[in-house]
Each structure stands twice: as C-alpha cells, then as structure tokens.
C-alpha cells in the first residue's frame, strides 16, 4: 500500500523559506516512471500545480514559480522537499504532494501530470 506523509510548518512569517517534506511508504520515489509532485489551493482558488521531482532526480516547475521554488529528494529516506522562497500572504493554502504519471495534456491544476496517490493535506498559512 503507497502512503505520502507530509510535514512541514503551518504558521509562518513573510519573507520566510517554506519547507514542506513528503515521506513516502510502499514504493521507491525512483521507480520507474512516477513522478512526485506538490499541489497548493489558496483559499476559495482552484488547485494549482507547483512541480515535480521525477523518478530520474530531475525537476519540473509551473512557469511561475520557477525562480521561487525548488524540489529535492533524499532516496536513502524515500522523502522529497518543497522550499518555497520569500512567501507571502498570497501563499496561504492547502499543500499537498501528491504521485503523477505523465497526462496527455498540460493544466493549471495539475500540470503535465495525472495524479493517483495523494498526501494528507498540510494548511499554511502566511500572516505578520
């Protein structure tokens, strides 16, 4: 059975780094061919993709937050890490991450991906 575990903080300051770790159980994150993703939904806003580590080690990023937000993975300990640069109030959402297989067409929720297996949630929320 494949669980995604999340963890990371929920209040945070602006200009702070977001960190949110993902732990995954029952399958390697570099098995072929799965890619390992983190969705956000702002409050009263639709998904939106973030990005993407792939079985491989390389990373995917939605085209606006490319300078903002990196993906890295840590195999020994099946996680992978979202650090999200200089939040701000416009941050606060739900994060989850979330295991993609290539889709036939790229979208705003979920980027180029279709997404099967999904982590509990975790709320951040961006305040002074």
């Known amino acids: 059975q494949v669980e995604l575990q999340q963890s990371g903080p929920v209040l945070m300051s602006p200009s702070q780094t977001l960190s949110l770790t993902c732990t995954v159980s029952?399958?390697?994150?570099?098995?072929?061919?799965?890619?390992w993703n983190w969705i956000r939904q702002p409050p009263g806003k639709g998904p939106e993709w973030m990005g993407a580590?792939?079985?491989?080690?390389?990373?995917y990023f939605s085209p606006p937050l490319k300078s903002l937000a990196s993906i890295s993975r840590d195999t020994s300990a099946n996680q992978f890490t979202l650090r999200l640069n200089s939040v701000t109030p416009e941050d606060t959402a739900i994060y989850y991450c979330?295991?993609?297989?290539?889709?036939?067409?790229?979208?705003?929720?979920?980027?180029?991906?279709?997404?099967?297996?999904w982590g509990q949630g975790t709320q951040v929320t961006v305040s002074s």
């Open positions: 979330a295991r993609g297989s290539i889709a036939a067409q790229y979208s705003h929720s979920a980027g180029p991906f279709n997404f099967d297996i």
């Open positions: 029952g399958v390697s994150i570099t098995t072929n061919f799965y890619f």
């Open positions: 580590i792939a079985y491989s080690g390389n990373t």
